[in-house]
């Protein structure tokens, strides 16, 4: 793993024994938040403190901006955060499961793809 070799600077063998996967374990709990596993594994790990704290910086001038505007006057369409990599991860896991349950309700009802 990639993530051993960099962090750890050790290659894991092909067969590993009992032992090994005990400290594999030790160590994979241990990564660090930069590891590619641990931002595979937590999407909001995907920006750092800094990038959030840009982010939220950003909205604030967004919603100074706005408050400018005749829209910002009368409290309409206000400007939304941008989203951050744990909200996008989320929106994609709802979607996935959306379009997985629509497969299956067309499959039950008898529908094929493009019409009934």
């Known amino acids: 793993m990639a993530d051993f070799r960099q962090f750890y600077g050790i290659d894991l063998p092909i067969e590993p024994t009992d032992e090994d996967c005990s400290r594999w374990?030790?160590?994979w709990y241990a990564l660090p938040r930069e590891s590619r596993t641990a931002r595979r594994q937590s999407p909001e790990l995907r920006w750092s403190e800094a990038e959030y704290m840009l982010a939220m910086a950003v909205h604030a001038l967004d919603v100074?901006?706005?408050?400018?505007?005749?829209?910002?006057?009368?409290?309409r369409n206000?400007?939304?955060?941008?989203?951050?990599?744990?909200?996008?991860?989320?929106?994609?896991?709802?979607?996935?499961?959306?379009?997985?349950?629509?497969?299956?309700?067309d499959t039950i009802l008898g529908m094929h793809e493009g019409g009934a």
């Open 25 to 27: 374990s030790m160590l």
């Open 64 to 75: 100074i901006k706005w408050q400018r505007t005749k829209d910002g006057q009368h409290n």
């Open 78 to 105: 206000r400007p939304k955060p941008l989203r951050t990599p744990a909200e996008r991860a989320d929106a994609e896991r709802r979607r996935d499961s959306a379009l997985a349950a629509r497969e299956e309700i």
